[in-house]
Structures are given as C-alpha cells and as structure tokens.
C-alpha cells in the first residue's frame, strides 16, 4: 500500500506565502517524477510544477518565478513553495508521483487527496 499526504494549504492574502507538502509511505523501493497539480471546479486537472529524482524542474507559465518546488528523496517528500499568490491561485493542490512499490518491475501513478489553497484578494 503507497499513500501520498498533502499538507500546508489553507487561507492566505493576496501577495502572501504558503508552502505545501507531500509525502509518500509504504512499501516503496523508488519514486521518479514527482508534481504538483490543481484543479479548479469544473475544469482540467492542469500542472502546475514537477521535479525528477535528481532535481531538474519543470513549471507551469502562470507560476515561473513565483512558485518553487523541491524534494527530499531521504524522506520521499516534495514541497511547493508558493509566492506571491493571485486570487487565481485558489483551487485544490493535488501531489502526484511515479513509484516503484517493493517487488514490483513498473512504475504506477500515485496521487493525493488534494488540499485547498485560497487566496482572497
């Protein structure tokens, strides 16, 4: 059994910081990508940012330069570091990540339960 926990979302001002993470437990023998994602009512899932096991990142264009993610590979841990936040930022956080479970030859997509972030204006 693979479990990914999210944490950090809540309610923040406009221009303010919130730092999400996710962690990962269970019988795991090796993540790869990891991410971020959110989701608004009624629309797509969409990326928002996503990091390999050694570090390279990738980020959404209406979150470059205000939004930073990062992984602890000791702890199968990302984070999300969310600057400057917009009232369009507000929606549900979702993590996801590619993980080799125990005995196991294939990677499967593993996700969160989601954890919402609001940003009034």
């Known amino acids: 059994q693979v479990q990914l926990v999210e944490s950090g979302g809540g309610l923040v001002q406009a221009g303010g910081s919130l730092r999400l993470s996710c962690a990962a437990s269970?019988?795991?023998?090796?993540?790869?990508?990891m991410g971020w994602y959110r989701q608004a009512p009624g629309k797509q899932r969409e990326l928002v940012a996503t990091?390999?096991?050694?570090?390279?990142?990738n980020y959404a264009d209406s979150v470059k330069g205000r939004f930073a993610i990062s992984r602890d590979n000791a702890k199968n841990t990302v984070y999300l570091q969310m600057n400057s936040l917009k009232p369009e930022d507000t929606t549900v956080y979702y993590c996801?990540?590619?993980?080799?479970?125990?005995?196991?030859?294939?990677?499967?997509?593993?996700w969160g339960q989601g954890t919402q972030v609001t940003v009034s204006s």
């Open positions: 996801e990540a590619g993980i080799l479970r125990s005995g196991r030859v294939y990677y499967q997509d593993f």
């Open positions: 269970g019988s795991i023998q090796s993540i790869s990508e």
């Open positions: 990091i390999t096991f050694i570090g390279t990142t």
